[in-house]
């Protein structure tokens, strides 16, 4: 396997397991650069390289008047601004074929939501900008099934893939976690991420989709200890409570630094940091 570089950071076999994580959406840009400031803290302490995640624009909320972030020109913007502050990557998610080309001048990594795992005209068109991909594995996805969406990114451009684990759909409101599906995914010759706080999210049946955050660090802990995984995808916010998406399952900022030190320690003992990453080992 060939580690897929996203800005300064590797990630792969051979390389420190890396950290994607920031709020779900842009709310401010205050906020944005705090928590990821906060966050790349932690990152460094614990030997975690570190890269940003947030939305510019979230496509798919449940009810008409939700948040929806701040779109396109001021998302992009305010990303490429915490950028060069905070001095990390970023990674964002697009969701038509005719955002790829403003994302991709500003960000390092395009991720392609889980709901369009399967939409070819937006793989190839993210694909063409030899950016690296985040794939996320759809809810209704059979892991083997994402093969066909890495030959369709792979056969377009050349910045490589990751694929991301972010449960299946169990029955009419719930996901459930196979941690099959991460060693199936890394047989594909990817990078795997797991995405522990989209897995506790409960889908909606009423007005938004809620989530059960008492699950998100046992479930980080399970995949990390597979020891298939390349990274740990959360989304962070220091007050999940005000939080303008994904309130139920985003995690306080305040409980990162625990779930970090756990993490390392079981990526540790599965052989993922192998040599001096900085960081401690209490």
């Given at each position: 396997m060939n580690p897929v570089v996203v800005g300064k950071v590797s990630v792969g076999k051979g390389h420190p397991p890396a950290l994607i994580a920031g709020p779900c959406v842009i709310e401010s840009y205050d906020l944005l650069v705090e928590t990821a400031s906060c966050i790349r803290e932690l990152a460094r302490q614990f030997g975690f390289p570190y890269i940003l995640k947030s939305s510019f624009e979230k496509a798919n909320r449940t009810a008409k008047d939700s948040f929806r972030g701040p779109g396109l020109q001021a998302g992009l913007e305010m990303l490429s601004r915490a950028r060069r502050e905070v001095g990390v990557p970023i990674l964002t998610d697009v969701h038509l074929p005719d955002q790829v080309s403003a994302a991709a001048r500003v960000v390092d990594c395009l991720q392609i939501p889980a709901f369009l795992c399967r939409q070819t005209e937006l793989i190839e068109a993210a694909a063409r900008t030899n950016l690296p991909l985040n794939i996320?594995?759809?809810?209704?996805?059979?892991?083997?099934?994402?093969?066909?969406?890495?030959?369709?990114?792979?056969?377009?451009?050349?910045?490589?893939?990751?694929?991301?684990?972010?449960?299946?759909?169990?029955?009419?409101?719930?996901?459930?976690?196979?941690?099959?599906?991460?060693?199936?995914?890394?047989?594909?010759?990817?990078?795997?991420?797991?995405?522990?706080?989209?897995?506790?999210?409960?889908?909606?049946?009423?007005?938004?989709?809620?989530?059960?955050?008492?699950?998100?660090?046992?479930?980080?802990?399970?995949?990390?200890?597979?020891?298939?995984?390349?990274?740990?995808?959360?989304?962070?916010?220091?007050?999940?409570?005000?939080?303008?998406?994904?309130?139920?399952?985003?995690?306080?900022?305040?409980?990162?630094?625990?779930?970090?030190?756990?993490?390392?320690?079981?990526?540790?003992?599965?052989?993922?940091?192998?040599?001096?990453?900085?960081?401690?080992?209490?």
């Open positions: 996320k594995k759809g809810q209704f996805m059979a892991p083997g099934a994402m093969q066909h969406a890495v030959e369709k990114a792979h056969s377009a451009g050349s910045g490589g893939v990751l694929l991301t684990e972010r449960g299946t759909s169990f029955g009419y409101g719930d996901l459930v976690v196979d941690m099959r599906s991460l060693l199936l995914m890394s047989d594909f010759g990817v990078p795997v991420i797991f995405d522990a706080t989209h897995s506790v999210q409960k889908p909606a049946g009423g007005s938004s989709t809620s989530g059960e955050r008492r699950f998100v660090a046992p479930l980080a802990w399970a995949a990390a200890a597979t020891g298939a995984v390349d990274g740990i995808f959360l989304e962070v916010h220091p007050d999940p409570s005000r939080a303008l998406s994904d309130a139920g399952s985003q995690l306080p900022l305040e409980q990162l630094a625990e779930l970090l030190e756990r993490l390392r320690r079981i990526f540790q003992a599965a052989g993922r940091f192998t040599h001096a990453t900085g960081g401690t080992t209490k």
